[in-house]
Antibody
Framework: EVQLLESGGGLVQPGGSLRLSCAAS????????MNWVRQAPGKGLEWVSA????????NYADSVKGRFTISRDNSKNTLYLQMNSLRAEDTAVYYC???????????????WGKGTTVTVSS | EIVMTQSPATLSVSPGERATLSCRAS??????LAWYQQKLGQAPRLLIY???TRVTGIPARFSGSGSGTEFTLTISSLQSEDFAVYYC?????????FGQGTKLEIK
């Protein structure tokens, strides 16, 4: 069974940093692109970032470009999101989502984790 | 950036009736569109990809159609478990973008 399990969320002050992780199982991790999608409280879904299966291609939403860094360790079947210079508007549930192929953009997100909550507040 | 606009924001329908959800794109593209269902407190679940291909295990009462700038999700006979929020999402261009969602509620 394909599973994604996010961790690393928590409360952080504005300007602080946090690293999220997503542990994957049940599929050949390196063969698929991975994504981060977030959802602010009571709001809709916002795509944040994507990384290709090899890790060589990365894409970001303008709202996080220059502050967030996506990466992956295919030997550990784990996806990461390093979040720096955090703002109140980054408060959200962060989901990792598996792509349907190794490279984008022409793939859909077919499996989602349960999410981890990030709260940016003083 | 492709802006996705869903309508209506809220749709009130009785169980057993048909629901039609719309999604409009600010730029034309072929069929790189997905529909997701999200229930309260849960992660989104993929229903439809390629604008009209149903994911394995999704009931046949869910169907997707459209291309260009106009897409539709139809639920033919609503069951109690279908009341949720539905999002469309384009994966034709970076950045990926979602519609703002349609909340399907019981009438």
């Amino acid at each position: 069974e394909v599973q994604l399990l996010e961790s690393g969320g928590g409360l952080v002050q504005p300007g602080g940093s946090l690293r999220l992780s997503c542990a994957a199982s049940g599929f050949t991790f390196s063969s698929y692109a991975m994504n981060w999608v977030r959802q602010a409280p009571g709001k809709g879904l916002e795509w944040v970032s994507a990384i290709s299966g090899s890790g060589g291609s990365k894409n970001y939403a303008d709202s996080v470009k220059g502050r967030f860094t996506i990466s992956r360790d295919n030997s550990k079947n784990t996806l990461y999101l390093q979040m720096n210079s955090l703002r109140a508007e980054d408060t959200a549930v962060y989901y990792c989502a598996k792509g349907s192929t190794a490279y984008g953009p022409y793939y859909y997100m077919d499996v989602w984790g349960k999410g981890t909550t990030v709260t940016v507040s003083s | 950036e492709i802006v996705m606009t869903q309508s209506p924001a809220t749709l009130s329908v009785s169980p057993g009736e048909r629901a039609t959800l719309s999604c409009r794109a600010s730029q034309s593209f072929s069929s790189n569109l997905a529909w997701y269902q999200q229930k309260l407190g849960q992660a989104p679940r993929l229903l439809i990809y390629g604008a009209s291909t149903r994911v394995t295990g999704i009931p046949a009462r869910f169907s997707g159609s459209g291309s260009g700038t106009e897409f539709t999700l139809t639920i033919s006979s609503l069951q109690s478990e279908d009341f949720a929020v539905y999002y469309c999402q384009q994966y034709n261009n970076w950045p990926y973008t979602f519609g703002q969602g349609t909340k399907l509620e019981i009438k």
